[in-house]
């Protein structure tokens, strides 16, 4: 009972701080991004980034052609709503991989996780890159996949993940299709 009233009137407003220094929007929000149980996975390559995200369709009278967490920004620049992680192509610097969290906290990467599983699949990345000097497209594709396959325990199937990729050959964002995914994990 004294944690329910102890927030009592400070969780209503996102700048209103409670008596412990709390901002409880902020909190929630942190929540939130795990709560729906997806995950998503990016890794920047010396030529290129790629992200990819579980596709949950929560009910079989949607259409799973409409369920979608990557939206691109502009042509070159897109985004995974999960944590929200920004990826493109900088002209000066190259592949470009950013996460914001709901605090404000936003920094480059060169590989991240967000969702449910974030942080088994962020020491899955740090034991990759680790051993990682260099990766090119496909080897990026791969890691991406297989971070995203081994936190989720599962052999992913093309109408469960979401890939997208920006190159440096070709700095247009792009959504693979299913199709472009079924030849990935085969």
Not at 18 to 47: C, M, N, W
Not at 59 to 72: A, G, N, Q, R, Y
Request: aromatic residues 6%; hydrophobic residues 40%.
């Amino acid at each position: 009972m004294a944690s329910r009233a102890s927030n009592a009137g400070y969780d209503r407003h996102i700048t209103v701080f409670s008596p412990e220094g709390r901002l409880y929007q902020v909190e929630y929000a942190f929540k939130a991004i795990s709560r729906d149980g997806l995950t998503s996975v990016g890794v920047r390559g010396d030529d290129c980034v790629v992200v990819a995200i579980q596709k949950k369709v929560p009910d079989k009278l949607l259409d799973p052609s409409t369920i979608t967490h990557v939206f691109d920004i502009t042509p070159t620049i897109g985004c995974v709503a999960t944590a929200l992680m920004f990826i493109g192509i900088d002209e000066e610097k190259g592949p470009q991989l950013f996460k914001a969290d709901p605090a404000g906290y936003f920094v480059g990467y060169k590989a991240v996780a967000a969702g449910a599983k974030q942080q088994e699949a962020m020491n899955y990345l740090e034991k990759k890159m680790k051993s990682t000097t260099e990766l090119n497209k496909s080897q990026t594709i791969e890691m991406v996949i297989d971070c995203l396959s081994s936190v989720l325990a599962t052999n992913l199937k093309s109408t469960e993940v979401e890939i997208a990729i920006v190159e440096t050959g070709n700095p247009k964002f792009h959504i693979l299709s299913t199709q472009e995914i079924d030849d990935l994990l085969m």
